[in-house]
């Protein structure tokens, strides 16, 4: 796992702007003029963020005649999905501990007050 | 009660956002968040203890935190608490040893729901590009860091020596 690979996922994913573009593509390929309809922009705003996405191995884009539909790249986004859930694993069982601690603490005397 | 576990997610360009819920009050949740004894019990990712755990829970007081993991290998941290107001908000600073340009700003708030505690901390680091160094850091330095704990856990999963 490359963990620069995931520093440029995780900024690509920490726009609003972008997150909605990835999942308008999760339901197909769409071109930059199908994409700015929704979003209120410039063809050139939402290009910019294409381009950041592209970069991430988010997306990529095609030649199709005179269209370049973007379409998404899940690979990178299961990488840094697995990253996360992977510290997630790791300080859920610390919460657990604390689980199994607080049942202690409200079951015996009032240890906290 | 069947615990929805920890959710950890990217919230914005400087910010991770972890939430949990907890079958108890807050009064005891943020007990077990600031009192010694008790988070020697429980604090701390897969494989790593608390050594060292001292805490003055005061606006402007110090904790640090000393922990050991994997083949004695020690992670240090700490910082100041900003705002204590028990037990519903806890505001605190984070830095780890040797790595002063990260510090995070961690806000903790505990609310309470019929007899369950739902925490949210938001941990906001300076900027975007300090976010991103202080999660790739670790794993280049291979210790000493926060995400180490990680880089044990996964070398761990796959069997490899340490």
Known sequence: ?113 | MISPGLSVTIASDTDLLLTRTFAASRRTVFAAFTRPELLRRWHGARGWNLVVCDVDLRPGGAWRFVSRGPGDAELGHGGLYVEVDTPGRLVQTEVYDGWDAGEALITTVFDEREGQTLMTATVRYPSREIRDSVLRTPMKRGAGEAYDRLDAVLHAMKGEPR
Request: charged share 25%.
């Open chain 1, 1 to 113: 796992m490359s963990t620069d690979l995931l520093d440029v996922t995780f900024a690509a994913l920490a726009d609003p702007t972008r997150r909605a573009i990835l999942a308008r593509l999760a339901q197909g390929e769409a071109t930059v003029t199908e994409l700015a309809t929704p979003f209120a922009m410039s063809q050139p705003g939402v290009s910019k963020h294409l381009r950041v996405l592209e970069h991430a191995g988010l997306i990529s884009r095609r030649r199709d005649a005179q269209r370049r539909p973007c379409r998404l790249e899940a690979a990178p986004l299961k990488d840094a999905m697995d990253w996360l859930a992977a510290y997630r694993d790791s300080w859920e069982e610390s919460y657990q501990r604390l689980d199994a601690l607080l049942g202690e603490l409200q079951a015996g005397p009032d240890e906290t007050s």
